[in-house]
């Protein structure tokens, strides 16, 4: 099982406010991750003005299974809240005869 999991997202956001406005990346994080936002601000000049941005996100999940913590995006006014969770995935299952049951994959 890998213990440290990275992952990149690309995301869009649209404004919606009538008035320009500038929105500043605050991250709460658990302890063994890390998450990185790029551009860090994000200043939008009209209504329906979209900007992207990157969220890098690395979590050791050596001790738990799962992590987690949130992108908020703050104007000073407006705060805009994403969830931001690691985890280890279950292994597979499988159904036979009426019963689940989770399956292990052996390697040849």
């Given at each position: 099982m890998r213990s440290i999991v990275t992952r990149k997202f690309h995301r869009t956001v649209t404004n919606v406010s009538p008035h320009s406005s500038t929105y500043k990346a605050?991250?709460?994080?658990?302890?063994?991750?890390?998450?990185?936002?790029?551009?860090?601000?994000?200043?939008?000049?009209?209504?329906?003005?979209?900007?992207?941005?990157?969220?890098?996100?690395?979590?050791?999940?050596?001790?738990?299974?799962?992590?987690?913590?949130?992108?908020?995006?703050?104007?000073?006014?407006?705060?805009?809240?994403?969830p931001i969770v690691a985890h280890v995935p279950p292994p597979p299952c499988s159904y036979d005869g009426g019963v689940w049951s989770r399956t292990s994959r052996v390697a040849n």
């Open positions: 605050i991250v709460k994080a658990a302890v063994g991750m890390t998450v990185k936002v790029t551009p860090s601000v994000l200043s939008f000049k009209s209504s329906g003005e979209m900007k992207s941005f990157v969220v890098q996100v690395r979590a050791n999940l050596k001790k738990r299974k799962m992590l987690s913590g949130s992108l908020i995006w703050d104007d000073g006014s407006h705060k805009v809240r994403s």
